[in-house]
């Protein structure tokens, strides 16, 4: 060997579900040229995240390496692969390929963050490749739950690897291409060194359904449906909105789109010549004047997401439309885990509305967009590597494919967020560890997970929040009473008095008796002040509340 490795190194997707991206690289070591797969976000939770708006991997590795890096490439256009390109673009300055559908979202995400569209260049399908330093990467068709779904296939100098990107085995998914058996075994003609590989429902022992199972259960019951009929899906899944817009039609409904992702997904999709035909939609202000009975919604907000359509109808009405008694409400779509309690709270506001809410728990009405088990054995025969590495899955999922791929006679490798793989050898090595973690976009500033912004907005929604006010003058005497203000606090403590008027009292007696040493410094009187106030809200209301102490001294 020529000194030359490949590496391997998720940043992100590798033990979660969520803000894929993933490096790999080619050279000497500490030389290597690079190149990226994706560049996704998770979203945030009140719980664990409050107040954020997105949340991105920590690239730092990258960014301070951005000199070797060759490219960017986009497998397909969900939030979680292609979601943080246009807020990281220019800590990268790569250039970004991907197939013209996947190019169509990068480049509004690029234009929604001031980035030029142009650094987005669109792609054809395999065989063609891009030259990035020294990888030929090419996009291999794949089904998925969005349009133009592809696999990458990466050659190296020293072999060929295979990422999978998400996807199923669909040989009918209605929009986009179908799995294609004899292309994929092509793939693996040459040898193919290791496998990277989509571990979602590595769980599910069953063969997944085609995407073509989910119309007529769909047709069937919106034509049996005697209101409104309403429906949700993710507004990437192309193919689920045109099937569900086709069975309105079918039952003589007119189909109205709610939600800008919705119509954004719709328009990208006919711009790009992904959809051929959608049928004719109506506005939301034309959808007032029709019968409920001839009407059906497509909206977005299939997860419980606050302000998305689903929940505002829930909540009473959007865009002049409200739901009532008899209509019917479709979550035509699986609710991600985490998300089911915004989903249950929506389906409860429902029911109090009388309308009647239909999910998938018959398993009708959505197929999930991922590769089962059987699937999995399915394209790890048709590729045949030497090595599995499993990733796009929480740790269990990873674990469990490694478990899969040793099943079926091959070396499965669980390599995590952070953990760099040297593939150059016929045994993988970990080369060495990295630093990885989360990125919050926080209103239009990124900051690190680390940076204690959020810990403290946790612990005021906790805790509560006491300013505490003091004046003192030349001589160091305290001119009039201390005063506080409380945020996030009861009013009246256990004594039955204002919390506010225990908190200045027992302020004013500590500083009636400290010492000069404390009343000169403020760094022992701040300290001294936060300690009681924080002792005070212990015994009247249980909880040690967060406290900032303003001292002013006059010169």
């Known amino acids: 060997m020529s000194g030359e490795r490949i590496i391997y190194l998720p940043l992100g997707g590798a033990g979660e579900i969520g803000m894929n991206a993933y490096v790999y690289g080619y050279g000497k070591p500490g030389e290597e040229r690079l190149i990226l797969v994706d560049l996704g976000v998770t979203f945030p939770d009140m719980d664990g995240t409050p107040g954020v708006d997105l949340i991105l991997p920590d690239i730092s590795w990258l960014k301070e390496r951005r000199n070797r890096l060759d490219a960017i490439f986009i497998t397909h256009a969900h939030e979680d692969h292609v979601g943080a390109v246009g807020h990281f673009w220019e800590d990268l300055g790569a250039p970004v390929y991907a197939r013209a559908f996947t190019a169509h979202i990068a480049r509004l995400k690029m234009d929604d963050q001031g ?27 794949i089904s998925h739950s969005i349009p133009e779904s592809s696999g990458l296939v990466i050659d190296t100098p020293q072999g060929r690897l295979v990422h999978s990107g998400d996807f199923k085995i669909d040989e009918t998914p209605l929009v986009g291409e179908p799995f294609d058996h004899a292309l994929w075994s092509e793939v693996g003609q040459p040898g193919v060194k290791a496998l990277i590989c989509d571990s979602t429902n590595v769980f599910s022992a069953h063969e997944g359904r085609s995407e073509a199972t989910v119309g007529p259960e769909i047709e069937t019951l919106v034509r049996d449906a005697k209101g409104m009929v309403v429906a949700t899906t993710f507004a990437s899944n192309v193919a689920r909105v045109k099937t569900l817009a086709e069975a309105a039609v079918r039952a003589g409904r007119s189909v109205c789109l709610l939600g800008r992702a919705m119509r954004r997904m719709i328009e990208a999709s006919i711009k790009t010549g992904v959809l051929a035909d959608f049928p004719t939609v109506v506005s939301p202000e034309e959808a007032t004047q029709i019968p409920r009975e001839n009407l059906m919604l497509i909206v977005t907000g299939s997860q419980g ?78 590729v045949n590597p030497q090595l599995v590495i499993p990733m796009h899955g929480e740790h269990r999922h990873l674990r469990e494919h490694v478990k899969v791929a040793g099943a079926g006679g091959r070396k499965g490798v669980l390599a995590v967020n952070g953990m760099m793989m040297d593939l150059s050898g016929n045994e993988p090595v970990v080369a060495e560890y990295v630093e990885t973690g989360r990125t919050y976009l926080d209103g239009s500033v990124k900051i690190g997970a680390l940076d204690g912004v959020v810990r403290d907005r946790i612990r005021m929604a906790l805790n509560g929040h006491v300013i505490v006010t003091v004046i003192l003058d030349e001589d160091d005497e305290m001119l009039g009473e201390p005063w506080c203000e409380i945020m996030g606090l009861p009013e009246i403590g256990r004594n039955n008095a204002p919390l506010v008027d225990v908190l200045e009292e027992d302020l004013s007696q500590f500083i009636g008796r400290a010492g000069a040493k404390t009343i000169t410094d403020d760094d022992k009187l701040e300290e001294g002040l936060r300690r009681v106030a924080r002792q005070t809200t212990q015994n009247e209301i249980g909880k040690k509340a967060e406290v900032t102490v303003v001292i002013s001294r006059l010169a």
């Open 115 to 141: 980035v030029s569209p142009e650094t987005v260049k669109t792609v054809a399908p395999w065989p063609e490749v891009v030259q990035a330093g020294p990888f030929k990467v090419g996009f291999v068709p």
């Open 305 to 382: 997401e606050r302000r998305a359509a689903s929940a505002q109808l829930a909540r009473g009405k959007f865009q002049g439309l409200t739901m009532a008694e008899g209509d019917l409400f479709l979550f035509s779509s699986k609710t991600i885990p985490g998300n089911e309690r915004g989903v249950i709270t929506i389906m409860n506001a429902f029911s109090e509305q009388g309308v009647d809410v239909v999910d998938d728990s018959s398993g009708k009405y959505h197929v999930s967009g991922h590769a089962n088990r059987p699937d999995l054995e399915t394209i790890h025969k048709l």
